[in-house]
């Protein structure tokens, strides 16, 4: 069983969330598989971003953002989301605010409003710090896991073969 390292990833066990960021006058979001909490006190979520992305120039604007965590039967939002090619991604979904004024995913199984705390360099991603300063559950059901959405990221194209 000589299986590829993207396959084998899949098996770290983490969620796929959307993002939202806000600069003020600018609203975006993306999809983020990434995303984990690293301390009680100050409540934080650490976010792994491309920093050669629109939203990450937003979220560095900005300094605010939602991780907005996806319903198991959600793949088409994580899909829709993570494209690169669309004119305006928020267009079609009901978004509402908390604390920040970052666009939150109404569709969301829960949503942690957050401002950003600092960044670190992570290989070819950014580390985005976040506190969170609201955070609610709108919905019932079971979280989205990456392993459920096969290559949707075209990331068994990004490592080498054995």
């Not at 934080?44 to 605010?64: C, E, K």
Request: charged share 15%.
């Amino acid at each position: 069983m000589n299986e590829p390292l993207s396959a084998l990833l899949k098996h770290i066990n983490s969620g796929v969330y959307i993002i939202g960021v806000s600069n003020g006058e600018q609203q975006h979001a993306f999809t983020a598989a990434w995303v984990m909490q690293v301390s009680f006190r100050p409540p934080l979520l650490a976010i792994s971003v491309n920093p050669h992305n629109h939203s990450y120039q937003l979220l560095q604007a900005g300094g605010v953002c939602s991780v907005n965590v996806l319903n198991h039967q959600q793949l088409a939002v994580a899909e829709h989301f993570g494209r690169t090619d669309l004119p305006d991604k928020m267009a079609g979904f009901v978004w509402q605010q908390d604390r920040t004024g970052a666009p939150i995913l109404a569709a969301a199984l829960a949503y942690f409003d957050c401002r950003v705390s600092h960044y670190a360099d992570a290989g070819d991603h950014k580390l985005v710090f976040c506190e969170v300063v609201a955070a609610q559950k709108l919905h019932d059901g079971k979280p989205m896991l990456y392993g459920q959405t096969g290559d949707m990221d075209g990331s068994s194209k990004l490592y080498p073969s054995p």
